[in-house]
């Protein structure tokens, strides 16, 4: 039903920005809420940002006012937009969708890894002097 693919990471110095894209390779995004994970070496997945499929918007105490979720329906993608990026912010990030397309309703939107079923690849984020 939905295959997903992350783009963007890759090394930036402290203080810089980077745009995560995820993309439905099969399927449309536009039904599902989208979540926005990371998982550093020896450290739990943590959600850090997630959107319904009508917008609504959520983030992580450690990213609030940072980042930047948004999504391009006629586009099929979901961004993450990463601004003012620290070395802590070192990790995989994965996006995600749930099982169903409005499984819970249009404005949900969760930050539990538990609430999601589609995964993508990964992209790497390497903050660094």
């Known amino acids: 039903q939905l295959q997903l693919v992350e783009s963007g990471g890759g090394l930036v110095q402290p203080g810089g920005s980077l745009r995560l894209s995820c993309a439905a390779s099969?399927?449309?995004?536009?039904?599902?809420?989208i979540g926005w994970f990371r998982q550093a070496p020896g450290k739990e997945r943590e959600g850090v940002s997630c959107i319904s499929s009508s917008g609504n918007t959520d983030y992580s105490d450690s990213v609030k006012g940072r980042f930047t979720v948004s999504r391009d329906n006629a586009k099929n993608t979901v961004y993450l937009q990463m601004n003012n990026l620290k070395p802590e912010d070192t990790a995989v990030y994965y996006c995600a969708a749930p099982e169903y397309g409005y499984e819970y309703g249009h404005s949900w939107s969760s930050l539990s890894k538990q609430d999601y079923h589609y995964w993508g690849q990964g992209t790497q984020v390497t903050v660094s002097s």
């Open positions: 099969t399927g449309t995004l536009d039904y599902y809420a």
